[in-house]
């Protein structure tokens, strides 16, 4: 069975790395440093913090590169 996710659906720091194929300590580290190249972390009560699917889907699909041809 195929669900469809809302896109405002938010998500953890694990499952938000998961997705982006990145390290859980990366994100962290992109939050402690106010890299302007994340997804826009939102607070959710004093400590937790999480991400809207959209954002990440959008981050990703702006990475995509054409893979070049092997040099021959």
Known sequence: ??????PDVL??????ARRMGIATTTLH???WKGSPDQPLPLRVGRR?????AS????W???RETKAKPAKQ
């Open 1 to 6: 069975m195929m669900t469809t996710e809302s």
């Open 11 to 16: 998500i953890d720091t694990v499952e938000a």
């Open 29 to 31: 580290w992109w939050r």
């Open 48 to 52: 937790g913090v999480r991400y809207r």
């Open 55 to 58: 954002d990440i889907a959008n």
């Open 60 to 62: 990703i699909a702006n």
